[in-house]
């Protein structure tokens, strides 16, 4: 019987690892695929108006290297922070479950973000974790709607777009989802009444009852910082790629560009990448820019704070475990 088990245990061991391998290749694929079609887009000729690596540019390729290591440490923080309520992880450990998350998020949207994290505890509880990679990813997009209404507001008001009813309405809902979000953040504590439930999800998300108010403070604080940080990593790219507007402008379409990133990640319907294109060709289209310019800017900003941390966050995919002794034991 005991030699069954082990044999059993052996073949599950080496079905998980070819589980790990296969996802590996597929992310690998992805990455491919998405890279080499853009690369096979370009107009390498148009870059030679551009000079890379002067004085001024070479400060900021190495301020955006800073904000690249500042971001993901910023959401690892963030992670930490979340993730104790569950476990006692390290800061190490956050952040590669951070970019594990990233990883996962490539070919599974959102849902490979919650899966990525989750994975990488070790806790009985780890599950549990869904309420506080719940509460992060909102605080986030929390953010990201906060400064996209600033930006679209700005939009409407200068350049006027048609048809406006549209514009209008989506202001509205933008608002509204902003005030929605202060109120659930008033009642998060109401679900540390929460009962014992059959319902699996429900129970997931008591733990959102345990956040005090100054922690869910400090979540919202880093979400709002680490949104500076990427959104300057992109004025620096536009600034190098020539892309010659008014502040306002570059930070309101900048804005826009992480709201349609944003929405759409939501609605699963494109990659990231074309999503944040889209948002981009849209808004700029309606200035006097090289459109091709910005389009190259936003890539570059892809690969510099998504391609690179995905490639890192690849290396640790296997260090994950389906299952732990852990997860066995009881309470």
């Known amino acids: 019987m005991q ?16 589980l790990k391998l296969l996802f590996l290749l597929c992310l690998m694929w992805s990455l491919y695929v998405q890279v080499i079609s853009k690369f096979n887009d370009f107009r390498w000729e148009a870059l030679n108006q551009i000079e890379f690596f002067s004085i001024q540019n070479l400060i900021y390729w190495i301020l955006m290297a800073l904000l690249l290591i500042l971001n993901w440490t910023l959401e690892a923080k963030k992670w930490h922070l979340l993730a104790l309520k569950i476990e006692n ?20 949207f959102s849902i490979g973000d919650f899966a990525g994290k989750i994975l990488m505890l070790q806790s009985n509880k780890r599950f549990q974790s869904i309420g506080a990679v719940l509460l992060g990813n909102s605080m986030q997009l929390y953010v990201s709607l906060l400064f996209g209404f600033i930006g679209l507001l700005s939009f409407v008001m200068t350049q006027n777009p048609s048809p406006k009813l549209i ?24 679900f540390n009444q929460i009962k014992h439930t059959k ?10 009852g345990e956040f005090k108010p100054n922690e869910i403070y400090s979540i919202f ?23 010659k507007l008014p502040i306002y402008v570059l930070l309101s379409g900048i804005f826009l560009i992480f ?10 319907a494109l990659g990231d990448l074309s ?32 391609f690179v941390p995905i490639l890192l966050g690849s290396i640790y995919l296997f260090q994950l475990k389906f ?3 852990q997860l066995h034991k009881s309470k």
Not at 89 to 108: D, E, H, P, Y
């Open 3 to 18: 030699n069954k088990l082990k044999l059993s245990n052996k073949y599950l061991s080496i079905g998980f690892k070819t």
């Open 199 to 208: 319902n699996s999800f429900i129970a997931y998300l008591k733990v959102l």
């Open 323 to 325: 299952s732990t002794p």
């Open 167 to 190: 514009y209008n309405l989506l202001l509205f809902i933008l608002g509204v989802c902003i005030l929605a979000g202060v109120l659930i953040g008033k009642y998060l504590p109401e």
């Open 259 to 268: 709201l349609g990133k944003t929405i759409g990640s939501l609605l699963n």
């Open 275 to 306: 999503v944040r294109t889209l948002s981009a060709t849209y808004f700029f289209s309606f200035y006097k820019v090289d459109i091709y310019m910005v389009y190259l800017a936003t890539f570059t900003v892809w690969l510099i704070n998504v």
């Open 89 to 108: 992880i390290s800061f190490i450990q956050a952040f590669k479950g951070v970019l594990v998350g990233l990883a996962f998020s490539n070919l599974f």
């Open 221 to 243: 604080i880093l979400s709002f910082i680490r949104y500076l940080v990427f959104s300057s990593q992109f004025y620096l790219v536009f600034v190098i790629f020539q892309v």
